[in-house]
Each structure stands twice: as structure tokens, then as C-alpha cells.
């Protein structure tokens, strides 16, 4: 995890998640969307006095109390992790053990999580985020405006769907379920996200 602003490169080609999003789609929201959160980010992290903390606490401590450097250090970080929340061939309903353990138990199941999940991207109005997250050691499916995440609500993001519409404008237009069908089904890495899982329950 970068503690400051820097903008990882992407773990795969460009045209690696392709049909399910293009290379062109990628190349503007990591190349130009997520490079401008981490210039402005940089910017507005000089003089906060939050210069020493991890990226993750940047994000806390700008909470409500520096709204230019939050929004961008929230949705780097966001940013950091969605990246890795995808992968080619990636989706499916095969989980890791644990973490389908915690899903059956908390969450009534994948069909009940998968259906849920889709319904927080879908019904988040305008820009926003659908999030997967531990908070007091159980799962739980939120939804979060702008650069928002359960971060701030106490809670430690496992996956996170971007439905601002820079994600998905230029593959499905307005169709933003169908952008959430695909991503959920296909793209997908589970292989993080119970990385992330294991890191919350330690």
C-alpha cells in the first residue's frame, strides 16, 4: 500500500479485462482519473500536517475536517484497491473456504451477498461506491457517495465496485446494472479479496 500519493501501475495490460471492459475505458480512469486524485492529492497533503500518516489515516483524519485533500486521498485509496479487486478470468462463485464460511453466515449466503451487493451499486444515486466490508467482525454490504468508503464508518473494506460513471460510461453508457452484472461475474479477484478479509479478522 503506498502511504502517499503515487499511482500504482495497473497488474495487467490494458486489454487484459476485455470484453468485460475495454482497454479504452481503462487507460482514461486509471491514466487520467486516478493520476488527477494522486496530483491533487500531493497538492493538498502539503501544510495539512497529516504529511506523516499512512494513506489510510490521511483518509480518516481529512474526514470532515479537510474536504479537498479527503476526496482525493479517499479516492486514491479506493482507487489503489479497485485495481486489484479485478483481474482477467476473474468472477465465479467458487470462494475460499473462510470466506464463503462468512458470507453463508453473515450475509445469507453468495446468491443473497451477489444479489445485494448488485442492488447497493445499482440504487447508489449518482457518483458513488458499492463496498463489501468487516465491521465489528461480520460482513456487511454498504453503498457510499463520492470518494466515501466504510473506512470512515468504522468498518474495513474487502471489495469495493466504482459506479462512478467514468467506470463504466464508455462500455455500457447509462446501463450501469449491466456494467455491475459483468464486473461481479467476470472480473472479480477473489484471491484479494480474501486477502483483505484475513487482514480485517487479524
Do not use: C
Not at 451477498?113 to 465489528?136: H, I
Not at 470518494?147 to 464508455?170: A, K, M, N
Request: glycine content about 10%; overall charge negative; charged content about 20%.
Amino acid at each position: 500500500m503506498p502511504t502517499k500519493f503515487t499511482l500504482p501501475p495497473l497488474p495487467y495490460a490494458y486489454d487484459a479485462l476485455v470484453p468485460h471492459m475495454s482497454a479504452e475505458t481503462l487507460e482514461y480512469h486509471h491514466d487520467k482519473h486516478h493520476q488527477a486524485y494522486v496530483t491533487n492529492g500531493e497538492k493538498l497533503l502539503e501544510g495539512s500536517g497529516l504529511e506523516i500518516l499512512e494513506l489510510e489515516d490521511i483518509v480518516r483524519e481529512s474526514h470532515g475536517k479537510n474536504p479537498g485533500l479527503f476526496n482525493n486521498a479517499g479516492q486514491h485509496y479506493n482507487h489503489v484497491h479497485f485495481w486489484n479487486w479485478m483481474k482477467p478470468n476473474g468472477g465465479g462463485s467458487r470462494l475460499p473456504g473462510r470466506l464463503q464460511a462468512a458470507i453463508d453466515a453473515d450475509l445469507g449466503g453468495f446468491d443473497k451477498f451477489r444479489a445485494d451487493f448488485l442492488d447497493a451499486g445499482a440504487t447508489q444515486f449518482g457518483s458513488g461506491w458499492a463496498w463489501l466490508a468487516v465491521k465489528g467482525g461480520k460482513l456487511e454490504i454498504s453503498k457510499t457517495p463520492n470518494g466515501e468508503s466504510p473506512l470512515i464508518h468504522g468498518g474495513h473494506p474487502i471489495l469495493g465496485v466504482d459506479v462512478w460513471e467514468h467506470s463504466y460510461y464508455i462500455d455500457y453508457r447509462n446501463a450501469r446494472p449491466k456494467y455491475l452484472e459483468a464486473w461481479f461475474d467476470h472480473l472479480v479477484n477473489w484471491e484479494h479479496v480474501e486477502h483483505m478479509f484475513e487482514e480485517a479478522m487479524a
